[in-house]
């Protein structure tokens, strides 16, 4: 699953690189940004999350059960459903578009609205193809097939890469993010279709169906509605700070920029590991305290080790975070003040970056025991304090620091980042309440945040006494000091996760001299 979503990702970065070449952090960069998210709230509110939370434990305790016909009468039932909804909704996406643009992007121009409701509504299809992609991810992975399922954004990457090189490259800026929005639109169908046989492979022939009278489908149904709400909480609170981002020249594309890096760790890492595990905790069988003992021991792996990696990442953001933005967008109309701004929103968002994380894999455990209120009430808490806070960060606290405006932006991302922390430790409680204490070891904890100070500190160093070079370069270098220098110490202090990567690289040291 991590390579997977490490391929995605890789795309999705050359995506952003090539969009940044061309439009770099500008007015027009802001309107692809805006338009981008809005139909993404589709995606993201019926897809992933949602889709996973209900549909993935009940087809994979069917599966469990041997009861596999059953499996196949649910999948496409919900198949039938879905498409259903998200026909509706990107007909009603499509036409109030101009009004959503208004109410979501308050300090956009006349002009600048009119370009993003346009954008808009050629990606609102798009984003419904991706809806349907979630469901075929989470057919597959109920079947333990992960690779194929997060991979496939590579082809969606790879159809707006291909059509801006082709098609948009000569033309003027306004020009050039409809041609790209087209390329989403040819990306989407390829998603869907570089996955389907996979899904008939496993899951037998599937075609959407009616779900009148198919087991399963009132659970499924019971479960979706209070997931949409609490996606739609968790989203709320993002177009709550694409508002305060419009607000702010550049914020917008600055927050995008910055969300391609640090969603690279949360996906690598809390993504793989908390989807994983979800179907997993859904086979758990037995009474409720069996049930409690084996969540209670898979949380406690999992946690120490998203904590290993997560950790570091949150770090070297802060000490690496204007090397990494530089080595990876700074071409063309981007350029090096743009990759500081961008290290800046990226220094407020590693403030969240562990709660973030470790707050979704404790969903998912939710979502196995089918609770999803719980989840439901921590992401509204979520959405109260991130909308108070990022409102004060982003338009009070720069004036009455003396700093400039453009510094709300980092207001904004930090103000996330402390609510994740309040969502996190809400679904601590709620879920140690419910399963019976579970280990989050704070000495071990601790060294990890030691280890990773040392890797900042010895980065930072390499950084400043290095001679000037490009920042492809300059990364290459850095990078790897931070990384070896936190591996180092984690071994010196014999943390388990360190163990199994030193023991990893020898292995394969070993098969390399063996070549020799």
């Given at each position: 699953m991590a390579t997977g979503i490490f391929l995605s990702r890789i795309a999705g970065l050359v995506r952003q690189r090539v969009l940044s070449h061309y439009l770099g952090i500008s007015g027009t960069s802001d309107i692809w940004n805006a338009a981008f998210r809005i139909p993404n709230f589709l995606q993201n509110l019926l897809g992933e999350g949602a889709l996973s939370a209900s549909f993935i434990p009940a087809y994979a305790r069917l599966l469990g059960e041997e009861r596999h016909e059953e499996a196949r009468r649910l999948a496409s039932a919900v198949l039938g459903l879905?498409?259903?909804?998200?026909?509706?909704?990107?007909?009603?996406?499509?036409?109030?578009?101009?009004?959503?643009?208004?109410?979501?992007?308050?300090?956009?121009?006349?002009?600048q609205r009119t370009l993003t409701t346009m954008i808009v509504r050629i990606l609102f299809p798009a984003t419904g193809l991706l809806v349907i992609s979630a469901w075929?991810?989470?057919?597959?992975?109920?079947?333990?097939?992960?690779?194929?399922?997060?991979?496939?954004?590579?082809?969606?990457?790879?159809?707006?890469?291909?059509?801006i090189l082709l098609f948009a490259s000569d033309r003027s800026p306004e020009g050039f993010i409809v041609i790209a929005a087209i390329g989403a639109v040819v990306g989407g169908?390829?998603?869907?279709?570089?996955?389907?046989?996979s899904v008939r492979?496993?899951?037998?022939?599937?075609?959407?169906?009616?779900?009148?009278?198919?087991?399963?489908?009132?659970?499924?149904?019971?479960?979706?509605?209070?997931?949409?709400?609490?996606?739609?909480?968790?989203?709320?609170?993002a177009f709550v700070d694409l508002?305060?981002?419009?607000?702010?020249?550049?914020?917008?594309?600055?927050?995008?920029s910055a969300q391609i890096l640090y969603t690279l760790p949360v996906s690598l890492f809390?993504?793989?590991?908390?989807?994983?595990?979800?179907?997993?905790?859904?086979?758990?069988?037995?009474?409720?305290?069996?049930?409690?003992?084996a969540l209670r021991i898979r949380l406690d792996a999992s946690t120490q080790r998203l904590a290993y990696y997560i950790v570091p990442s949150a770090m070297g953001f802060l000490a690496l975070g204007g090397v990494i933005a530089a080595a990876l967008f700074q071409t063309g109309e981007f350029t090096e003040a743009n990759s500081r701004y961008?290290?800046?929103?990226?220094?407020?968002?590693?403030?969240?970056?562990?709660?973030?994380?470790?707050?979704?894999?404790?969903?998912?455990?939710?979502?196995?025991?089918?609770?999803?209120?719980?989840?439901?009430?921590?992401?509204?808490?979520?959405?109260?304090?991130?909308?108070?806070?990022?409102?004060?960060?982003?338009?009070?606290?720069?004036?009455?620091?003396?700093?400039?405006?453009h510094w709300g932006a980092a207001g904004i991302t930090a103000a996330s980042g402390i609510a994740a922390w309040v969502e996190f430790l809400l679904l601590r409680r709620s879920l140690a309440a419910r399963i019976g204490h579970f280990d989050l070891p704070t000495t071990e904890l601790m060294k990890l945040w030691v280890a990773a100070l040392a890797a900042a500190a010895t980065s930072t160093a390499a950084r400043l006494l290095l001679p000037e070079m490009p920042p492809i370069f300059l990364a290459a270098i850095t990078v790897p000091v931070n990384a070896l220098t936190y591996l180092g110490v984690t071994s010196w202090w014999d943390i388990p996760e360190a163990a199994v990567i030193t023991s990893r690289i020898g292995r394969v040291l070993k098969r390399l001299g063996g070549r020799r």
């Open positions: 879905l498409m259903t909804v998200v026909a509706v909704v990107v007909l009603v996406g499509v036409a109030v578009a101009p009004w959503m643009v208004a109410v979501i992007e308050p300090g956009f121009s006349d002009a075929c991810l989470g057919v597959l992975n109920s079947h333990r097939q992960f690779l194929l399922s997060y991979a496939a954004p590579v082809a969606w990457n790879f159809a707006i890469i291909v059509t169908v390829l998603q869907v279709a570089v996955q389907w046989p492979g496993v899951a037998g022939p599937i075609l959407p169906g009616l779900w009148r009278g198919v087991h399963g489908v009132p659970t499924v149904m019971r479960a979706f509605v209070p997931n949409v709400i609490s996606r739609g909480a968790n989203q709320i609170s508002a305060l981002a419009s607000l702010i020249w550049g914020a917008t594309t600055a927050i995008a809390g993504i793989a590991i908390s989807a994983a595990e979800l179907p997993e905790m859904a086979r758990e069988r037995g009474d409720d305290a069996t049930i409690a003992s961008v290290w800046l929103v990226l220094a407020g968002s590693s403030i969240g970056l562990l709660a973030a994380t470790l707050g979704r894999l404790y969903s998912s455990t939710f979502y196995a025991l089918h609770d999803t209120r719980t989840p439901l009430r921590a992401g509204l808490v979520r959405v109260a304090v991130g909308a108070s806070l990022g409102l004060f960060a982003a338009l009070v606290l720069p004036g009455a620091l003396g700093l400039p405006v």
